[in-house]
């Protein structure tokens, strides 16, 4: 086969898979929309509210420990096959839910998927890419992942616009009413492109190895591989196949994880595994607009300001993979994580300034539907902080019409540089882009012993995800107790901690090869 005939069904083949990729980032973050929504229409409390973002994360964690092991009994593919179809029903459900329960049992399907594709696409390409091209290809996925985040930010922009310019088409859909349910709904269609896409892409030619089908497996290394290649990696796998029969079982039990030589690799994944959540990034990306209206922009205003949050992310995912073989891991680590620190700070002390007045101006231009007279008795009276502002106009109008008209409330009073809070959160997801996003899958497929990295890798994901479920379960309801100064605090403090682990304990992983790592790695302190 010629060259570039090779060169092209590679592409396809990691491409198509890494489609998975971008359904996760949809699927995940396409909830940031709606959540303004839903809140009113099902007057939903702070944790009801964290249900609907973070329960689609519950059952992905669920996902990533079972799709593993299922793949290994029935094929990548059926697997990927499945998480598409999972995709679809999910976006159908999840808009045509009559209610609350509904809504979250749908994306709990959804979750599945989300779980799925996020091991399972790394992991396919993983296995059929050539050598050579692994590290770019894997790192596809995250590209994908982001690239999806970006796309359902535009597309609840697109939504929301259309549904208040209304015209012929907005009518057509009702937007007025149902732009939510739009929003989850557009999903079937790349739901449906994904499926379709899988058609073109072979099993992987390890796992066919692994099913006793040596003729399928030399004939998809054939599709992406030169022949002295194919027949040089097919050795390889066979070779490393028959090895670990001989030490054990072609299975590794999970129980060698806390092998020495293992244990403390594993404490540095699940370390990073720890930290890419815990420093706030998926309670900024789910309710990035909920954020961007605390500074006070408005509606409309923080729905743009959600797309540039996706867009910059995009482009710092670019840049991390530009420079993650040139620089090194650590450096980018550093950096990003430093970004990070800086960021969160900064976003704590913004809210921290901030002050709430309401004048009489600002009352009468509030929404004819809130009763503006009550609010006479604090007209100019000054807040120091967003708690004390929302417990005195709650006092006054009721939680259900804080609720409703909380925006326009907050834009109304709010003295912020509200400039600072959005550098503030596009500089985090800068540092975060750069750094602890892309580069912790690549340190995932680096740092474990070929025969447990699998299962090492499902490990470090569930914690992972594990991580990210507490972080948006409980992030409305930290913004309303804690206040949203205290908040970001948290998460600069966590940072700190994170940098000063990696700074100590990360060992540089550029330029190596697997085997060299695994020899270097067994031999640390942390294992005497
Ligand atoms: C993380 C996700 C996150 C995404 C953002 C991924 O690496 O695992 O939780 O939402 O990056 O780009």
């Given at each position: 086969m010629k060259e570039q005939s090779i060169r092209l069904n590679t592409f396809r083949a990691a491409l198509f898979s890494a489609l998975g990729g971008f359904l996760m980032g949809f699927d995940a973050s396409v909830i940031s929309g709606v959540v303004p929504f839903i809140e009113t229409e099902f007057q939903l409390d702070k944790i009801e509210l964290g249900w609907s973002v973070a329960s689609l994360t519950l059952t992905a964690t669920l996902a990533m420990l079972v799709a593993g092991p299922i793949s290994d009994r029935i094929g990548r593919r059926p697997v990927m096959f499945g998480a598409a179809l999972v995709f679809l029903v999910s976006a159908v459900a999840s808009a045509l839910a009559p209610n609350f329960e509904t809504l979250v049992a749908a994306r709990m399907l959804g979750g599945l998927g989300v779980g799925a594709a996020l091991i399972i696409a790394p992991l396919y390409i993983g296995e059929m890419a050539p050598p050579a091209l692994r590290g770019r290809l894997v790192s596809l996925n995250q590209l994908n992942i982001v690239i999806g985040i970006s796309a359902a930010y535009f597309s609840n922009y697109l939504i929301l616009g259309m549904s208040q310019d209304g015209g012929g088409l907005a009518e057509t859909l009702q937007l007025d009413t149902l732009a939510w349910r739009w929003m989850l709904g557009v999903e079937a269609l790349p739901a449906l492109i994904y499926a379709g896409a899988l058609f073109f892409v072979p099993e992987s030619p390890r796992w066919l190895l692994m099913k006793g089908r040596p003729e399928d497996a030399r004939r998809v290394l054939g599709e992406f591989n030169d022949a002295p290649t194919a027949d040089r990696v097919f050795q390889e796998v066979a070779g490393s196949l028959a090895s670990a029969d001989e030490s054990g079982g072609s299975r590794a039990h999970?129980?060698?994880?806390?092998r020495p030589g293992v244990r403390f690799v594993l404490v540095l994944g699940l370390s990073i595994a720890v930290l890419q959540q815990i420093t706030g990034i998926n309670a900024v990306f789910f309710y990035a607009p909920m954020i961007f209206e605390q500074s006070g922009v408005g509606t409309n205003a923080s729905f743009m300001q959600a797309v540039l949050v996706g867009l910059v992310n995009l482009v710092f995912t670019i840049v991390a993979i530009a420079f993650i073989d040139r620089l090194g891991r650590r450096p980018l680590l550093i950096t990003g994580v430093s970004i990070i620190f800086v960021c969160m700070s900064l976003l704590a002390w913004g809210f921290w300034n901030a002050s709430y007045t309401l004048d009489a101006q600002a009352v009468a231009g509030l929404?004819?539907?809130?009763?503006?007279?009550?609010l006479t008795s604090i007209i100019d009276q000054r807040f120091e902080s967003d708690g004390a502002f929302r417990s005195a106009v709650t006092g006054l109008i009721g939680p259900e019409a804080w609720t409703t008209h909380q925006s326009a409330l907050i834009s109304s009073a709010i003295e912020i540089q509200s400039l600072l809070i959005l550098l503030g959160i596009l500089g985090f997801v800068a540092g975060f882009a750069m750094s602890l996003g892309p580069v912790m899958w690549v340190l995932f497929s680096e740092l474990f012993p070929n025969r447990v990295r699998g299962l090492a890798i499902s490990f470090c994901g569930l914690v992972n995800s594990g991580v990210s479920f507490t972080v948006q379960l409980v992030f409305p309801w930290e913004l309303e107790a804690l206040g949203n100064s205290l908040t970001f605090l948290i998460y600069a403090g966590f940072a700190a901690i994170g940098l000063v682990i990696i700074v100590r304990l990360l060992p540089e992983t550029r330029g190596k090869s697997l085997e060299d790592l695994e020899t270097e790695l067994a031999r640390t302190p942390g294992d005497s």
């Open positions: 999970w129980r060698e994880l806390l929404p004819a539907a809130l009763d503006s007279a009550s």
